[in-house]
């Protein structure tokens, strides 16, 4: 006995039988989750890149949706770097100074959408509001000077909110990466082109450097092999041995790129990245950098073997070893005896006597008497470039203050407070990334291997706060864009199916 047809809707239209092969008819899935729809006899299916199937329709969001919004922000970054190397852009170095974070909270409010819940988030918006509160200090002498320095510590974190709003794929997150590498590759290259060419390739010394005494400046000069006496490498900034962070970059980065390309061209462009980077670190003579740059490269060789690639460890360490013997060869050659002179000092004594000899003497001021007289906070606007622009330094109850490495500013900040919220912060980023780069299965896009060198990179800029103020400049700014982009990425990679990557 047949079982009772069911009732017609008026207005309904039943579903009809649905796949390959019934009545000859074609079916298409256009995104994840949606209905399948019948093609017309003869119609032909237009392939759907990730970006398109993962990203809001144009009209809804545009560039302002779009993952492609990460590597222009890179490039004004870099814009604006070169721009403070032109003399006729000097009357206007605060604006040029001043833009590159001012398009960071601009971002911040004009992105919409939900930030997804990076690790760090909690951590590091407790450390913000914290340093939201500390502009209520007696010490915020200077208001104006108050509101700069917390625009400034809100737009270098922004990027871990408003990044993870975009529909970013993994092909824009390498593009990414390749920008910052091609530009410290050329900041490390003109470094070591003013050691060649003495004066020819050499930028106007920061104000605020020569504003430090003649004594100083003298010190960061060596004699070269020539005999003639130049600037430590300043690349593409205007500080003597700034050079070394773009050599440090271009050879992080160069070690990813000649561990993840499959083109020959690639690969020999990261190898010579990381030999003209080792090179540019030698002549900077700048030991925290290369010291900090090793361990890096130690961490990513032990994630690589944790994550059993040992063959791909075999070949960075390879690569990098080699080059590192070559460079330092070539780096003697140019700059003589200076150059071994200093970097002799790395043996004569035990490693943690030379960097208290050096660094170590700030962060041991910071926790035994900076930390103990300014529990809370110092107040906002009494050190580094908002007070050097826009403080008012004519109280002498709260004078300005002086931040050599990044935890004296965070003790500045907000005290104890700040001091273990953004640590915090930090530790949550490099465990995250930790995992990625020990995954066994994979999207197709090698995230596991970017995660390894994400996380040499953020062991390094960890490293790197006991060396300076890393969080006071752009290099904090991408340090938290680069989390955010990978972060976001790999959930794009989530929700994109298979034979759309």
């Not at 593009?175 to 106007?204: D, E, H, K």
């Not at 000092?345 to 000899?357: C, I, K, N, S």
Request: proline share 6%; hydrophobic share 50%; with cysteine.
């Amino acid at each position: 006995m047949r079982s009772p047809r069911p009732p017609t809707v008026p207005g309904v239209v039943r579903p009809q039988l649905q796949g390959p092969g019934v009545l000859r008819r074609r079916y298409v899935r256009r995104a994840p989750g949606a209905p399948l729809e019948a093609l017309a006899p003869g119609a032909r299916v237009e392939p759907v890149s990730t970006e398109t199937a993962a990203a809001p329709a144009p009209t809804r969001g545009g560039l302002l949706a779009s993952g492609r919004l990460v590597p222009l922000f890179i490039g004004l970054l870099m814009a604006c770097q070169l721009a403070l190397l032109v003399p006729a852009i000097a009357p206007l170095r605060v604006v040029v100074r001043i833009l590159a974070f001012g398009v960071s909270l601009l971002l911040l409010a004009l992105v919409r959408g939900r930030s997804l819940k990076h690790p760090a988030r909690p951590f590091i918006l407790g450390a913000m509001a914290v340093t939201a509160l500390n502009f209520f200090h007696p010490g915020t002498s200077s208001p104006l000077a108050g509101l700069v320095q917390l625009g400034i510590q809100l737009s270098i974190i922004a990027p871990l909110l408003w990044v993870t709003r975009l529909s970013i794929d993994g092909k824009t997150f390498r593009s990414t990466l390749a920008l910052l590498f091609l530009f410290n590759v050329a900041s490390a290259t003109v470094g070591v082109l003013q050691v060649y060419f003495p004066g020819r390739f050499q930028p106007p010394v920061s104000q605020v450097v020569q504003g430090l005494g003649e004594g100083y400046v003298r010190s960061l000069e060596f004699e070269t092999a020539s005999g003639e006496r130049v600037f430590r490498p300043m690349g593409l900034t205007d500080t003597p041995g700034g050079a070394a962070t773009g050599g440090f970059y271009a050879v992080l980065l160069g070690g990813g790129f000649l561990l993840s390309s499959r083109r020959g061209l690639v690969r020999v462009l990261a190898a010579g990245g990381i030999l003209i980077g080792l090179l540019c670190v030698y002549l900077c003579q700048v030991r925290a950098t290369f010291v900090t740059l090793g361990v890096c490269l130690l961490a990513m060789a032990g994630v690589l073997a944790l994550s059993g690639r040992l063959m791909r460890m075999v070949a960075l360490l390879a690569v990098v070893g080699g080059a590192a013997v070559g460079a330092f060869g070539w780096a003697v050659t140019v700059g003589g005896s200076a150059v071994t002179a200093r970097w002799s000092t790395l043996l004569e004594g035990r490693p943690e006597d030379v960097y208290q000899q050096n660094r170590g003497g700030f962060v041991t001021r910071t926790f035994e008497h900076l930390l103990p007289e300014f529990p809370l906070g110092a107040g906002l606007g009494r050190y580094g470039m908002a007070n050097a622009y826009f403080g008012d330094n004519s109280d002498r109850e709260y004078p300005a203050l002086w931040a050599e490495v990044q935890w004296t500013a965070w003790v500045y900040d907000g005290g104890f407070l700040v001091v273990a919220l953004y640590p915090l912060a930090m530790l949550a980023t490099l465990w995250w990334v930790f995992r990625v780069a020990r995954r066994k299965d994979d999207t197709g896009d090698e995230f596991w291997l970017w995660g390894s060198v994400i996380f040499a990179y953020n062991l390094g800029a960890l490293a790197l706060t006991f060396s300076y103020a890393f969080f006071l400049s752009q290099t904090g700014m991408e340090f938290w864009l680069l989390n955010a982009a990978l972060f976001g990425a790999m959930a794009h990679a989530k929700t994109v199916h298979a034979h759309r990557r």
